[in-house]
């Protein structure tokens, strides 16, 4: 197979590129975006590149390009359509299966928001929406993730909305400023607060607890003692919900790092903070919907509590599409 590279500002100019080159019976076979050459590099814009190949037996001249077909599949590839999503970082399995979905005007000329729409439809199992609060629920993960801030705008946003209590418990032993700054939030609250220094009274706080409990933990490495100690109480105990908090910015192979690290956790959920300092958050979204986990809130910035959302189809969509305005008005199937 004869195999090249084509870097154009946008997947559009790319993919013309191809048939001028290679002809019409080019396959796309990658996408992704790099830094663009020259000035262009230096104030921060992009490329996109595509790796296009084409058999030796295949001739220029017949049909439409075959971009992303694949000889394993009964549903015919929309290349076009799947270079866009490639583009913007959604894996390849996510991205085939929303061109498999659509129509052939919308493969032809989805505009974003019909882009939205179409990968939402793909989301509707790794967003929990608005649920219920268990007994427990307890936020684990590295340090740094913003646990403690997350806690904080998800009981100030209960309170305001709903004028319901949501209790604090702080058991982050190894930080003294965490459990100050939750104190201070639930105070401001108006939330009842515990501290839980130790296992024994992380037990007692959540027997005595009247309300629905955040429990913030400390960030340490999933092998460290204490966190194994406390997967044991909260194994024994009912209603208890685990959320692995992840910065939006981790990349895939991270994310499946961490979430190998944090598998005897057993998470339940998964919070995805600082949604605004990332340029793109499908890497992650792809890892999270390769193994199964869905998500529960979205948060974007330190503002309590409004930088907080609860997780939706449409919202993970608009997440993973943020990048997706390169001036796309159009890809054939």
């Given at each position: 197979?004869?195999v090249?590279?084509?870097?154009?500002?946008?997947?559009?100019?790319?993919l013309r590129?191809?048939r001028?080159?290679?002809?019409p019976?080019?396959?796309v076979?990658s996408t992704?975006?790099?830094?663009?050459g020259g000035?262009r590099g230096?104030v921060?814009?992009?490329d996109?590149?595509v790796?296009?190949?084409?058999a030796?037996a295949?001739?220029?001249g017949?049909a439409?390009v075959?971009e992303g077909r694949?000889?394993?599949?009964s549903?015919?590839?929309?290349g076009?359509l799947?270079?866009r999503?490639l583009?913007?970082g959604?894996?390849?399995a996510?991205?085939?299966?929303?061109?498999?979905?659509?129509?052939?005007a919308?493969?032809?000329?989805?505009?974003?928001p019909e882009?939205r729409t179409?990968?939402?439809?793909?989301?509707?199992e790794?967003a929990?929406?608005?649920?219920?609060?268990?007994?427990?629920?307890?936020f684990i993960g590295?340090?740094?993730?913003?646990?403690t801030?997350t806690?904080?705008?998800?009981a100030a946003?209960?309170?305001?909305r709903?004028?319901?209590?949501?209790?604090?418990v702080?058991?982050d032993?190894?930080?003294a400023g965490?459990v100050?700054?939750?104190r201070?939030?639930?105070?401001?609250?108006g939330?009842?607060?515990r501290?839980?220094?130790?296992i024994?009274e992380?037990?007692?706080?959540?027997?005595?607890?009247?309300?629905s409990?955040?429990?913030?933990?400390?960030?340490?490495?999933?092998?460290d003692?204490?966190?194994?100690?406390?997967r044991?109480?909260?194994?024994?105990?009912?209603?208890?919900?685990?959320?692995?908090v992840?910065a939006?910015?981790?990349?895939?192979?991270t994310?499946?790092?961490?979430l190998d690290?944090?598998?005897d956790a057993?998470?339940?959920?998964?919070?995805?903070?600082?949604?605004d300092e990332?340029?793109?958050?499908?890497p992650?979204?792809?890892v999270?919907?390769?193994?199964g986990?869905?998500?529960?809130y979205l948060t974007?910035?330190?503002r309590?509590?409004?930088?907080?959302d609860?997780?939706t189809?449409?919202?993970l969509?608009?997440?993973m599409?943020?990048?997706?305005?390169?001036?796309w008005?159009?890809?054939?199937c």
């Amino acid at each position: 197979m004869q195999v090249k590279k084509y870097r154009q500002p946008t997947v559009r100019d790319a993919l013309r590129a191809i048939r001028e080159d290679l002809g019409p019976d080019a396959l796309v076979l990658s996408t992704e975006m790099v830094t663009a050459g020259g000035w262009r590099g230096w104030v921060g814009m992009r490329d996109v590149q595509v790796t296009a190949g084409l058999a030796a037996a295949s001739t220029p001249g017949r049909a439409a390009v075959a971009e992303g077909r694949s000889a394993d599949t009964s549903v015919p590839m929309r290349g076009g359509l799947v270079a866009r999503l490639l583009a913007s970082g959604i894996d390849r399995a996510m991205a085939e299966r929303v061109a498999a979905s659509a129509t052939g005007a919308e493969c032809r000329g989805a505009s974003i928001p019909e882009l939205r729409t179409l990968l939402a439809a793909q989301l509707g199992e790794l967003a929990v929406g608005d649920e219920p609060y268990a007994r427990v629920e307890v936020f684990i993960g590295p340090p740094g993730v913003g646990k403690t801030t997350t806690i904080a705008k998800i009981a100030a946003q209960e309170r305001a909305r709903r004028g319901r209590t949501l209790g604090l418990v702080g058991a982050d032993a190894f930080r003294a400023g965490a459990v100050e700054q939750l104190r201070t939030y639930a105070s401001i609250i108006g939330a009842p607060f515990r501290v839980a220094r130790t296992i024994e009274e992380l037990d007692q706080a959540l027997d005595k607890g009247r309300h629905s409990l955040l429990v913030d933990t400390a960030g340490r490495s999933p092998k460290d003692g204490g966190l194994r100690e406390l997967r044991r109480l909260l194994g024994t105990r009912r209603g208890v919900r685990t959320h692995l908090v992840m910065a939006a910015d981790t990349s895939a192979a991270t994310a499946r790092r961490v979430l190998d690290a944090y598998h005897d956790a057993r998470p339940d959920r998964v919070v995805i903070s600082k949604m605004d300092e990332a340029e793109t958050v499908a890497p992650l979204l792809g890892v999270l919907d390769e193994r199964g986990i869905p998500v529960s809130y979205l948060t974007t910035g330190q503002r309590v509590p409004e930088d907080l959302d609860r997780a939706t189809p449409l919202a993970l969509a608009v997440a993973m599409l943020r990048d997706g305005e390169w001036g796309w008005t159009s890809a054939a199937c």
